[in-house]
């Protein structure tokens, strides 16, 4: 890949004193090879965290649907620890073990499919549910150590990992822009019955604050500014506050709550399967080929973006992070939580200059500590990080000239992933579509033995995946 400056940060001159623990973690870190100073591995895992801070409050809000004693939203204070937690274990492993800049967290649509499909669709019980995660995690962790997870990564073509990239740039952007400004999102585009989408008003107030801190994001960005996307996120949030259009927060500090309620259901769950076996192992295969899908392009994507995939495809260490985001889906389903999973935001960190693992130990310390200035967090409107997931959308765009266009039997599968992955509304449905259709257009154009025998049976899971997601659905 193209050195660039977003691959390689010059010098910055701020930092610590490469002496004592200082020195010992700046080495354990690699800074020294990765041009890299502790000054912009700490702005990027705080420039991470504030990009991901609304999944504190997403993740309950969704699974309070589902987990709750006697009424929906009973469980929420719970649920903000439960996924903080989850959060913090995944990151801090991964920054430590495969030291990389990457954070994890519960998924976003997964969570929405144990709430809505897996408790309220099938009746299955949340804490069954809970246990199908648990069960999933301890596959995740036998196939890490047995290294097929990591061959899944390497048997993902290059056209494909690049497009997937390209996708989920898309993605984010599609997911900064929208949103209903009465629940604090932009509204730029929004819902329309004749055109399924639109541009939405710009009366909206959301709207034009969400415009002001795109502007103002981009304005810092080219110059150079270190923190532009944080600056963004904070400038656009203060203005919120002020002018009204968001509230601001109401306390500092608040003392967590432990989830006493949620600790250990998972074990309970395992206990109370009983007739609903088959819907159990169902349950457990659609978590199991969700999550490993999402990780998979989603490592692939950020790893790209950052630089980490080799000259063969491959993603150094990768073992090290797909153990971190197995142990942390074990641990959140333990915690109460829906599955963990690597997270696209990651990449935010990334365009701000991170580039080592201690970015992702500073944004698991964020996640620890939010626990404790949760109000001021919670505080933060959706319309406030439009400016940043939209700017890291740009930056993810430049992969899309390293397609090889010219070669349909690239191209279309490139593009099926491109396409499905922000109007799917889901990086698994983006990568299937491209992972299923490359051996096939292969096969058609007489060039079947250039595919690899990993990514014809990488596209045979693709297309178990969708049976049993059909078949649950139904």
């Known amino acids: ?141 036998l196939l890490t150590v047995t290294d097929i997870r990591r061959h899944l990564i390497t048997a993902v073509p290059d056209s494909i990992k690049l497009a997937t990239t390209v996708g989920i740039g898309l993605f984010l952007a599609y997911i900064a822009l929208g949103g209903d400004p009465a629940t604090g999102g932009a509204g730029i585009i929004v819902p329309n019955e004749a055109t399924k989408t639109s541009i939405g008003s710009f009366a909206q107030p959301q709207a034009l604050l969400a415009i002001f801190g795109i502007f103002l994001s981009a304005m810092l960005l080219v110059r150079r500014v270190k923190g ?13 506050w002020v002018f009204g259009v968001a509230s601001p927060p109401q306390a500092v500090v608040a003392l967590p709550v432990f989830p006493a309620d949620l600790f250990g259901q998972a074990f309970v769950g395992l206990g109370s399967i009983g007739a609903n076996v088959w819907n159990f192992v169902a349950i457990v295969l659609v978590f199991l080929f969700v999550d490993m899908f999402d990780t998979i392009g989603t490592l692939s994507a950020v790893g790209t973006q950052g630089g980490y995939i080799n000259a063969r495809g491959e993603l150094p260490r990768a073992n090290e992070a797909l153990f971190a985001d197995a142990v942390a889906t074990t641990a ?42 949760a109000p001021l967090f919670e505080a933060i409107p959706a319309f406030a990080t439009t400016p940043a997931l939209l700017i890291v959308g740009v930056l993810m765009m430049k992969s899309v000239r390293d397609i090889d266009w010219t070669d349909l039997t690239e191209a279309i599968p490139s593009f099926l992933t491109i396409f499905l992955i922000p109007l799917g509304y889901s990086i698994a449905a983006g990568l299937a579509a491209g992972i299923i259709a490359y051996p096939i257009m292969k096969l058609f154009q007489g060039r079947a033995r250039q595919v690899p025998i990993a990514t014809w049976i990488l596209a045979a899971i693709f297309l178990s995946r969708y049976v049993f997601m059909s078949g649950l659905m139904e």
């Open 1 to 141: 890949m193209e050195e660039t400056t977003l691959n390689r940060p010059q010098p910055d001159p701020g930092g610590a004193p490469d002496t004592g623990v200082w020195g010992a973690i700046a080495r354990y870190f690699d800074f020294e090879s990765y041009a890299t100073t502790f000054r912009t591995e700490v702005l990027a895992g705080v420039t991470t965290f504030m990009t991901m801070a609304y999944i504190l409050i997403v993740n309950p809000a969704i699974l309070s649907n589902a987990i709750f004693l006697t009424e929906s939203g009973d469980l929420f204070p719970q649920l903000v620890v439960a996924t903080a937690v989850s959060a913090a274990i995944g990151t801090l492993l991964v920054g430590v073990l495969a030291k990389y800049p990457f954070v994890m967290a519960p998924g976003m649509g997964i969570n929405a499919f144990f709430a809505f499909s897996v408790v309220l669709g099938l009746g299955i019980d949340w804490r069954v549910a809970l246990a199908a995660v648990f069960i999933e995690g301890l596959i995740f962790i």
């Open 228 to 240: 532009a996307l944080l600056w963004g996120i904070m400038g656009t949030a203060i203005l919120g």
């Open 332 to 373: 959140g389903a333990i915690m109460g939580t829906s599955t963990t999973t690597t997270y696209i935001e990651s990449a935010s960190g990334i365009a701000e200059g991170g580039r080592t693992g201690f970015t992702a130990v500073v944004a698991a310390a964020l996640f620890v500590l939010a626990l404790l200035f």
